[in-house]
Every structure is written in C-alpha cells, then in structure tokens.
C-alpha cells in the first residue's frame, strides 16, 4: 500500500489494537472481519462507495453501521467503521486492510494464549504438506469444487491437530483465497504475523532436521544480522545434500553443498 492508503491502514490498526486491549475475543473479531471481506468482495456496488473518495466519511461510516450492525460484535464493528471513514489509493486497499487487520487479530488471539510461534509454525508446516501433495494441492485449490469439501479436508487433516488460529486461517486461504495462489495467501499471512509480532521470518533448507540447539545458535545469528528476533521455518530438502539455504523475504543465503557443486559444475563448462 502506498500514499493514503498506508495512512489510513495505520489509523485503523489503532482502532484494533484499541479493542485487543479490551476483555473482547480477538478470534471472534478475526472471523467476523474475514466475513466482512466476503461481503465487500463479493459486491461491487459496496465496494465502490466505500472505496470512493469523493465521499464523505460519515456517510461511509453509517452505510456499514447500516449493513453490519447486529451481525457483528463491538469490537469488529469499531474496525469496519473506522475503516470506512478512511480515504485509501483503491477499493482493493480498503478490503486488503481488512483481511490484514482480520491477520492480526487472529495472531493476537495466538499471543494471548501463549501460542504464536506453535501458529505460525503450523500454518507454515500446513502450506507446506500442500505444496509436496499434487493430489491434496487439487483439492484444496480447485475453484470450480465443493467449498465445503474444501473445507471439510481443511478440518480432517488440522481439527483437534493444530490451534484454532492455524485452522481459521488455513479454511480462509482455502475458501476466499481472492485471486492468489494458495501458498502465496498462506505468505502473505504469515507475513502479516511476523510484523505484528517485530519479528522475522527465516526460512531454512536443510539436508536433514537441524536439532535445537544448531536452531537457536542460528536464530541467535540471524537475530544478530538483522536486529530482530528471529523465528526458523526449517524445511528438510535432502537434495541440497549439505549445508544450508537461508531465506529472509526476498533475500537468499545459499550455503548448500548443491550450490557449491552447481557452481563447479558451471565453472568446468566453461
């Protein structure tokens, strides 16, 4: 987001953090606001007078008080309200900030209850086991399929398995994933979490699991490079057949034996 819109995402955050400071259920402002997405995404004409910048704010303001009230609580109807009266760059900003806001919430859900790195961890394993199944993949991502079905393997492989944040937000990258690939849903997510939390996310390759104590000597270096507590994603690719691949957003560390023999190979070439 660029110009208005990052002001006005900023604002809103306020609003949020205002409510999560209070006795309210930071899941349930999460879910709400994620079905508050839907029904903007989902209807153009809305889309377009809330997004619309010629428009009052207070206008803006009481066509959702009209819309939502009594189909949310409090605290998310606080969020969509102050969202409305913003002025943001495009009406894409406006639902985009209200499904990050909806990120943050459920990730304060996860820090209240002790639980944030096992969240992130699980949604990331979960995007994971996606990826390396074609079959799973097929499902999950299929447009044209049974939402419910959809929804109901979501539940199979994570109810009673990973924490209710994990599943809220795998069933939403399943079932509104608004135009993105499934994995890049599942980053975006995660990337949302990482900043509410002021951290980063590292991304390890390794040939095989690293033990708790090489994870911590290398989150304790990375935490060093970048002046932020640092959370591991390790992923065990017994293809880099040593060393270890390091991604930091768009930044790649390789060090893999793979690479090495790549580069000799090249060299050999000519």
Avoid: C
């Amino acid at each position: 987001m660029q110009g208005s819109s990052r002001t006005a995402l900023s604002a809103a955050r306020q609003v949020l953090n205002g409510t999560l400071s209070g006795p309210g259920d930071p899941m349930n402002t999460a879910r709400e606001l994620f079905a508050v997405v839907d029904v903007i995404d989902s209807n153009a004409t809305l889309r377009r007078a809330l997004g619309d910048p010629s428009r009052e704010s207070e206008a803006k303001r009481g066509l959702v008080q009209r819309l939502f009230s009594g189909k949310i609580g409090y605290d998310a109807m606080a969020v969509v309200t102050a969202v409305a009266g913003e002025r943001w760059s495009s009406e894409r900003d406006l639902s985009d900030a209200l499904e990050r806001l909806a990120v943050e919430a459920a990730t304060a859900s996860a820090e209240k209850a002790g639980r944030a790195d096992a969240f992130e961890n699980e949604l990331f394993r979960f995007e994971r086991a996606v990826a390396g199944d074609p079959e799973l993949r097929d499902v999950l991502t299929n447009r044209y399929g049974d939402p419910a079905q959809r929804a109901a393997v979501v539940d199979r492989l994570l109810q009673h398995k990973a924490r209710p944040e994990t599943v809220r937000l795998a069933r939403q990258a399943v079932l509104e994933p608004r135009g993105r690939k499934f994995g890049r849903t599942i980053e975006e997510y995660l990337a949302v979490a990482a900043r509410r939390r002021e951290q980063i996310t590292a991304v390890v390759t390794a040939a095989t699991p690293l033990d708790q104590a090489d994870e911590d000597r290398l989150a304790r270096a990375l935490s060093g490079i970048y002046g932020k507590p640092v959370l591991l994603q390790v992923v065990v690719d017994p293809s880099v057949i040593g060393g270890l691949r390091v991604r930091v957003g768009d930044e790649v560390i390789d060090g893999t034996v793979a690479r090495k023999l790549e580069g000799a190979r090249r060299h050999l070439a000519g």
